[in-house]
Nanobody, 126 residues
Framework: QVQLQESGPGLVKPSQTLFLACTVSGASGPTAFYYWAWIRQPPGKGLEWMGVISYTGSTYYSPSLKSRTSISRDRSKNQFTLQLLSVTPEDTAVYYC??????????????????WGQGNQVTVTS
């Protein structure tokens, strides 16, 4: 059974780059035939799909975040990662990683994913 665990900073200053990692266990890691996604939830708001990387390394991003977002994978660490450039307080959110066996762009319904991490709170503040 696939399990996911997010890791990264809890506080980031405005204009800095946010870097988060999602460690995969219980599978063959990022080389397995899964799609690995990042989703976030700002305080008091709904879930926002950020992007996904496929088992082939192809990436797909939310149009609203594409210019600032990069998702990659590190097979040696069984991780996939998220970089978000030039953060602002509006990027304050709980960040989740998720896995699915099919490509589902823009999906925020947890039930559509095979696995969902516990979340990593990120606060952007000076």
């Amino acid at each position: 059974q696939v399990q996911l665990q997010e890791s990264g900073p809890g506080l980031v200053k405005p204009s800095q780059t946010l870097f988060l990692a999602c460690t995969v266990s219980g599978a063959s890691g990022p080389t397995a035939f899964y799609y690995w996604a990042w989703i976030r939830q700002p305080p008091g708001k709904g879930l926002e799909w950020m992007g996904v990387i496929s088992y082939t390394g192809s990436t797909y991003y939310s149009p609203s975040l594409k210019s600032r977002t990069s998702i990659s994978r590190d097979r040696s660490k069984n991780q996939f990662t998220l970089q978000l450039l030039s953060v602002t307080p509006e990027d304050t959110a709980v960040y989740y990683c998720a896995a699915s066996k099919t490509l589902i762009l823009g999906e925020t319904d947890k039930n559509q994913y095979d696995c969902w991490g516990q979340g990593n709170q990120v606060t952007v503040t000076s």
